[in-house]
């Protein structure tokens, strides 16, 4: 019905930069908002950076001044653009959507499959 699909992930050295996009398909209404969520070996999953259909954006503050979102809403993307990156950076990615389909009333979150990124001390 609907699909996120992420890419970009990959191992990088510290101070290094990786670019993370993710694709949402499917029968689609509208996108409320759609981002980034990330989560460490034994840390829950946490908000890394969101951007609304107004086209603000929220990040956590351990990525400000990093980390840069965009989004496409002609082609329902996102992309991540991740600079300074540092060990503490290390975790699975996942993409996220707040998002309507149609023939259906409210929106409900959906979830990408998640993109390992690791960076070395």
């Known amino acids: 019905q609907v699909q996120l699909v992420e890419s970009g992930g990959g191992l990088v050295q510290s101070g290094g930069s990786l670019r993370l996009s993710c694709a949402a398909s499917?029968?689609?209404?509208?996108?409320?908002?759609i981002g980034w969520y990330r989560q460490a070996p034994g840390k829950p999953r946490d908000l890394v950076a969101t951007?609304?259909?107004?086209?603000?954006?929220n990040y956590a503050d351990s990525v400000k001044g990093r980390f840069t979102i965009s989004r496409d809403n002609a082609k329902n993307t996102v992309d991540l653009q991740m600079n300074t990156l540092k060990p503490e950076d290390t975790a699975v990615y996942y993409c996220?959507?707040?998002?309507?389909?149609?023939?259906?009333?409210?929106?409900?979150?959906?979830w990408g499959q998640g993109t390992q990124v690791t960076v070395s001390s």
């Open positions: 951007i609304p259909s107004d086209g603000t954006t």
């Open positions: 499917g029968s689609i209404f509208s996108i409320n908002s």
């Open positions: 996220y959507a707040l998002l309507r389909v149609h023939g259906f009333v409210g929106s409900r979150v959906y």
